[in-house]
């Protein structure tokens, strides 16, 4: 069959639509949340949780071609807002069925990256559709940026009661950054690395890629770095919720901690010279750690002497048994406890 007679045969075989089998991961008519890479190919490859891709299908079946670079990145594939299917990717590139239905229907389709950087860079290559797709979902106009560590990225939320962790445990879907953007109506990019802080690890390390580096990058994998453009995105509000992993082995120095989280909130500042920058301790740290790191977070307020920037504060919300990051009840009651405040700042 020639080209003609092949693009004839698809047309008719839709009721005289125009059926697209295959659709570039970059097309317009695909709505995306947080940070992603295009590749000249038409691609997609992206690290960050939270990352979601979203559009509207008429058809009978739709798949996505993915690929992971190991073997432990993890997507969640919504269809008409039902019960959410977790794909575990591998290295080996994977047809995903999206849409498999008797009879052509208009679906909406929601894919999310739930793992982190860490655990891998995700390239989706190409959509396969035996219909069309629709203009994309029309995302909300208010826009959030959420910058953090592993709570931030959803780490254990999804944790088996004495169970070995496993990337299955993250779900950013569940995280107070976004249960908070959702309920303020508002689109958000999560920017976050677990285990890292503003100015060294969890180990003590200083030589990683801190909150400060990786604000930079759209793809924080230390073996495949790249940039991102500032000009992206645009958010209204920046909530930077850092600090537990750099008081993990004791208080840091006051003067050198302040001066730091000073330099990155003037880039921010500079960056996005319409946003409301709100600093918070977050949730694990407790005690004098916690009262440290707010009077930090005050001086740095101080210091910076801007109307734009200003504090949250947040309970202490230790975990459990199984794991010292905060559960799903505690992550809801995280975007509880922080919304209000947003309301007030921006009258949301």
């Given at each position: 069959?020639?080209?003609?007679a092949?693009a004839?045969a698809?047309?008719?075989?839709?009721?005289?639509a125009?059926a697209?089998?295959?659709?570039?991961?970059?097309?317009?008519?695909?709505?995306?949340m947080g940070?992603?890479?295009?590749?000249?190919?038409?691609?997609?490859?992206?690290a960050y949780?939270?990352?979601?891709l979203?559009?509207?299908f008429?058809?009978k079946?739709?798949?996505?071609?993915?690929t992971?670079?190991?073997e432990?990145?993890?997507?969640?594939?919504?269809?008409?807002?039902?019960?959410a299917?977790i794909?575990k990717?591998?290295?080996?590139s994977?047809?995903?069925?999206?849409?498999?239905?008797?009879?052509?229907?208009?679906?909406?389709?929601?894919?999310?990256?739930?793992?982190?950087?860490?655990?891998?860079v995700?390239t989706?290559?190409?959509?396969?559709?035996?219909?069309?797709?629709?203009?994309?979902?029309?995302?909300?106009?208010?826009k959030?940026?959420?910058?953090?560590?592993?709570?931030?990225?959803?780490?254990a939320?999804?944790?088996?009661?004495?169970?070995?962790k496993?990337?299955?445990?993250w779900?950013?879907?569940?995280?107070y950054?976004?249960?908070?953007?959702q309920?303020?109506?508002?689109q958000?990019?999560?920017v976050?690395?677990?285990?890292?802080?503003l100015l060294?690890?969890?180990?003590?390390?200083?030589?990683?890629?801190?909150?400060?580096?990786?604000y930079?990058?759209?793809?924080?994998?230390?073996?495949?770095r790249?940039?991102?453009?500032h000009?992206g995105y645009?958010?209204?509000?920046?909530?930077?919720?850092?600090?537990?992993?750099?008081f993990?082995?004791?208080?840091?120095?006051?003067?050198?901690?302040?001066?730091?989280?000073?330099?990155?909130?003037r880039?921010?500042?500079?960056?996005h010279?319409?946003?409301?920058?709100?600093l918070?301790?977050g949730?694990?740290?407790?005690?004098?750690?916690?009262a440290?790191l707010?009077s930090?977070?005050a001086?740095?307020?101080?210091?910076?002497?801007?109307?734009r920037?200003?504090?949250?504060?947040?309970m202490?919300?230790?975990?459990?048994?199984?794991?010292?990051?905060?559960?799903?009840?505690?992550h809801a009651?995280m975007?509880?406890?922080?919304?209000?405040q947003?309301?007030d700042?921006?009258?949301?």
């Amino acid at each position: 069959m020639n080209r003609n007679a092949l693009a004839l045969a698809l047309l008719l075989a839709h009721g005289g639509a125009w059926a697209e089998p295959v659709v570039r991961a970059d097309d317009p008519r695909i709505a995306r949340m947080g940070r992603t890479v295009a590749r000249a190919d038409g691609s997609l490859r992206f690290a960050y949780p939270g990352v979601q891709l979203s559009l509207a299908f008429e058809g009978k079946a739709l798949s996505v071609d993915a690929t992971a670079s190991g073997e432990r990145s993890i997507l969640e594939v919504v269809v008409d807002g039902g019960a959410a299917r977790i794909v575990k990717l591998s290295a080996k590139s994977r047809t995903i069925k999206l849409v498999d239905e008797r009879q052509a229907g208009i679906h909406r389709v929601d894919i999310m990256h739930r793992t982190e950087s860490w655990h891998g860079v995700v390239t989706l290559a190409r959509f396969v559709a035996d219909g069309t797709l629709h203009t994309a979902p029309v995302l909300p106009q208010r826009k959030m940026l959420v910058l953090g560590d592993s709570v931030t990225c959803g780490e254990a939320i999804d944790r088996v009661d004495s169970g070995v962790k496993k990337p299955s445990w993250w779900n950013p879907r569940a995280s107070y950054g976004m249960l908070a953007a959702q309920t303020l109506g508002a689109q958000v990019h999560l920017v976050c690395h677990g285990g890292r802080g503003l100015l060294r690890s969890w180990n003590g390390r200083t030589d990683n890629d801190n909150l400060p580096d990786f604000y930079e990058l759209a793809i924080a994998n230390e073996e495949q770095r790249v940039r991102w453009d500032h000009a992206g995105y645009w958010p209204d509000v920046i909530v930077s919720a850092i600090g537990t992993n750099d008081f993990s082995t004791g208080i840091p120095e006051r003067d050198s901690y302040v001066k730091a989280y000073e330099r990155l909130v003037r880039t921010l500042l500079r960056n996005h010279p319409h946003a409301l920058i709100v600093l918070t301790e977050g949730a694990i740290l407790n005690g004098e750690r916690k009262a440290a790191l707010n009077s930090y977070i005050a001086e740095t307020i101080r210091r910076v002497g801007s109307a734009r920037v200003h504090a949250a504060t947040t309970m202490h919300h230790p975990g459990d048994a199984t794991d010292a990051h905060p559960t799903r009840a505690q992550h809801a009651a995280m975007a509880r406890e922080l919304v209000p405040q947003l309301r007030d700042l921006t009258g949301w």
